[in-house]
């Protein structure tokens, strides 16, 4: 199994970035997706989550910034990221799971976000 996240990159406060995480080996409809962020010195925290469904969650500070979605057509999980701020400069990871678990993770993505 195999999560490929890329997409992250240097932008300037209120700009925009999409991640991707392109995945592998696995049956990707049947697992829920997650966003995970961890900043410098901080723990890792969920940023957002798709269920195999399709359901969506969002952690507070980036609701109405942030949009999750996937394409199980090209087994991949999309992080639409708008009006970026620069408290959201972290790795971001994405992750695989069923109820409940994270049982696959990617290599992580760097966003920066200058001010």
């Known amino acids: 199994v195999q999560l490929q996240a890329s997409g992250g990159g240097l932008v300037q406060a209120g700009g925009s970035l999409r991640l991707s995480c392109a995945t592998s080996?696995?049956?990707?409809?049947?697992?829920?997706m997650r966003w995970y962020r961890q900043a410098p010195g901080k723990e890792r925290e969920l940023v957002a989550h798709?269920?195999?469904?399709?359901?969506?969650y969002y952690v507070d500070v980036v609701k109405g910034r942030f949009t999750i979605s996937r394409d199980n057509a090209k087994n991949t999980v999309y992080l639409q990221m708008n009006s970026l701020k620069p408290e959201d400069t972290a790795v971001y990871y994405c992750?695989?799971?069923?109820?409940?678990?994270?049982?696959?993770w990617g290599q992580g993505t760097l966003v920066t976000v200058s001010s």
């Open positions: 992750a695989a799971g069923k109820s409940g678990r994270n049982d696959y």
């Open positions: 080996g696995l049956t990707f409809g049947s697992y829920a």
């Open positions: 798709i269920s195999s469904g399709g359901n969506t």
